[in-house]
Nanobody, 122 residues
Framework: QVQLVESGGRLVQAGGSLRLSCATS????????MGWFRQAPGKEREFVTV????????YYANSVKGRFTISRDNANNMVYLQMNSLKPEDTAVYYC???????????????WGEGTQVTVSS
């Protein structure tokens, strides 16, 4: 059974940093592209970033480019999202997802976690 479990979300002040983690089980992580998405209240889920199965390629939404960094540790079945210079508009539930095709479309991803809440206060 595939499981993705996010953690690390909390309340943080604007300008602060957070590191989100995604623990995976039931999959051979090295065979999957991993992405992070987010959903703010009243808005649709949106793409944040993606990393290729081996970790050599990444892609970021313009809204987070230069502030967020995705990384992965295939040996330990973990994916991370380092978020710096946080803004109130980054407030959302953050989800990690696993798929077979590198891209930003949510439809490309087969497995999803339950999400972790990030709240950035001004």
């Amino acid at each position: 059974q595939v499981q993705l479990v996010e953690s690390g979300g909390r309340l943080v002040q604007a300008g602060g940093s957070l590191r989100l983690s995604c623990a995976t089980s039931g999959v051979t992580l090295s065979g999957y592209v991993m992405g992070w998405f987010r959903q703010a209240p009243g808005k649709e889920r949106e793409f944040v970033t993606v990393i290729s199965s081996g970790g050599s390629n990444t892609y970021y939404a313009n809204s987070v480019k230069g502030r967020f960094t995705i990384s992965r540790d295939n040996a330990n079945n973990m994916v991370y999202l380092q978020m710096n210079s946080l803004k109130p508009e980054d407030t959302a539930v953050y989800y990690c997802a696993a798929g077979r095709v590198f891209g930003a479309a949510a439809s490309r991803y087969d497995y999803w976690g339950e999400g972790t809440q990030v709240t950035v206060s001004s």
